[in-house]
């Protein structure tokens, strides 16, 4: 690389400062693993109360920033800190906007300013740079929260002599949250009504921040190569398929990494036991604690146990999952389940341990160490989702020796290879149709495979040597971004 060049994340969160999916992963390891390869990466995200209380420790940097919001102006305050590798981070504090119980809603559903909150952000994001004098090569946006950004560089921002050569990347997480608001709030971020038709942000009728970052990024990834294609299809475009294949020649689908210096069973500081693939017995004494840590019939030690740690929506596959529930248990098998989300999944989980006393664990919020413990302690991971833009949990199960079962989708399909007993090729199960017989028939596939304790054990440790890292799909990224700079705009 010829000479450094500055990349800004923008991320609606960021782990460990704010997390609420995979996202916050992607976006609290990535900036790491570009400096690695020689890239200036710095990292801006909102203050949220969770960043207060996370005892993190932040320097107040600048005061009294004013950003226009709608006819007025608004002033926020500008921190910094650093991710534990030493990545600069940014909070934007403003604390009617951002210091909340959650990050986008409480259980009656999305906070009714959203638009607000986010639109304030980028907006702010961009005034901050300016204001700070942090020259920006590449601003890299992450889902709709941000999908503003490369829509002010293109139209209010355009004549600003300090963005003159600001690229941006678009990365899409999800196509299902979109972003939708109605046309009216356009007014509060400033863009010209003129950019509300159908080739803009428009999105039958109303404003998709989605959409937005779709449209008016220099370039979009997605986090799979075939999520990548997936969504370029009216089956899984969800809508936006259209606007997608019109910027396919601009659209690439990168595989997430995993972060081994978080997720890894050789160094877990989360895990009372540390084992590795040299080392396996400490999994076994994960698994009897996970056991106990659950609630569970210190007998269900003998007998396989299966994972879920998941968001519970429909997407991740909740409702195979509550039908075939109660057939894994017939089978002898135990289940651990982690997870928070849509009331009615949760109330429905709930009530599985309740039917299953014993042999079915479940904990309903969002609990880090216990995602990790659970990733130790099972011997199975069940990954159903009807789709998977990439997943993350099925990565960290093969480092843990944690063998996964996932539905052939998206990035589960780009990274979990069906066991072929013959070959001893492969690393998972998998099943294709989204129907509780197909995953059923998945999980007893891995179940009567586990009974060969020896191959199974091969396949556990293969697993775990494994490399999902984020070096090579950091030199992707880096890729896009050279081609970037070298771009006539
Ligand atoms: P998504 O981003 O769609 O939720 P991913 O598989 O990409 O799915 O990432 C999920 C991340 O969130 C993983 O790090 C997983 O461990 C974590 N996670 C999901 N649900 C919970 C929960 N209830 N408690 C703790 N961590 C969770």
Request: hydrophobic letters at 40%; charged letters at 25%.
């Amino acid at each position: 690389m010829s000479g450094k060049f500055n990349v800004l994340f923008l991320a609606p969160e960021v782990a460990p400062f704010a997390k609420t999916g995979g996202l916050a992963d992607v976006a609290g390891s990535l900036p790491d693993a570009l400096r690695r390869q020689g890239v200036d990466a710095s990292i801006c995200l909102p203050l949220y109360r969770t960043v207060k209380e996370g005892g993190f420790r932040l320097t107040r940097m600048i005061a009294g920033l004013e950003v226009p919001l709608g006819a007025g102006k608004l002033a926020c305050t500008i921190w910094s800190g650093e991710t534990s590798q030493g990545t600069p981070v940014y909070f934007i504090e403003r604390e009617d906007l951002y210091d909340r119980p959650n990050l986008y809603r409480n259980p009656a559903g999305d906070y009714y300013d959203n638009f607000e909150r986010f639109t304030f952000f980028s907006r702010a994001v961009l005034h901050f740079a300016q204001h700070a004098g942090i020259r920006i090569d590449v601003i890299h946006c992450h889902d709709w929260q941000t999908g503003l950004v490369p829509v002010y560089l293109k139209t209010l921002f355009r004549g600003e002599p300090f963005f003159l050569n600001t690229t941006s990347v678009f990365t899409i997480h999800n196509i299902g949250y979109q972003g939708l608001f109605p046309p009216e709030k356009l007014r509060l971020s400033g863009i010209p009504y003129s950019e509300f038709h159908p080739e803009g942000l428009e999105y039958w009728g109303q404003v998709s921040l989605l959409k937005a970052g779709i449209v008016y990024s220099d370039v979009i990834t997605t986090v799979s190569p075939r999520y990548g294609k997936e969504i370029q299809t009216a089956e899984m475009g969800l809508g936006m398929e259209g606007i997608l294949r019109k910027r396919s020649d601009s659209l690439y689908g990168i595989l997430n990494g995993a972060d081994y210096s978080q997720w890894d069973p050789a160094v877990d500081p989360h895990l009372p036991v540390r084992y590795s693939a040299e080392e396996l017995k400490g999994k076994k004494e994960c698994k009897t604690l996970l056991i106990s840590e659950m609630g569970m019939n210190e007998r269900m030690a003998d007998k396989p146990l299966l994972g879920f740690i998941s968001r519970l929506s429909g997407q991740k596959g909740c409702d195979l999952l509550l039908r075939v529930a109660h057939r894994v248990i017939e089978d002898g098998a135990g289940l651990a389940v982690l997870g928070a989300g849509e009331e009615h999944y949760e109330k429905a989980v709930a009530k599985l341990a309740e039917d299953h006393p014993g042999r079915i664990g479940v904990r309903i919020g969002f609990d880090e160490p216990l995602a990790h413990r659970i990733m130790a302690g099972s011997d199975i991971l069940l990954v159903p989702s009807q789709y998977e833009p990439c997943g993350l949990t099925q990565l960290y199960a093969l480092r843990y020796g944690t063998i996964p079962v996932v539905r052939a989708t998206g990035g589960l399909a780009d990274t979990i290879t069906p066991f072929d007993q013959a070959t001893r090729e492969g690393n998972g199960f998998r099943f294709e149709s989204f129907e509780p017989e197909s995953f059923f028939s998945a999980i007893r596939q891995a179940l009567s495979l586990y009974r060969k304790v020896r191959i199974w054990r091969q396949l556990a440790v293969s697993g775990m040597k494994a490399d999902f890292s984020w070096d090579r799909s950091a030199e992707s990224y880096l890729e896009i971004y050279r081609g970037l700079l070298t771009w006539d705009h």
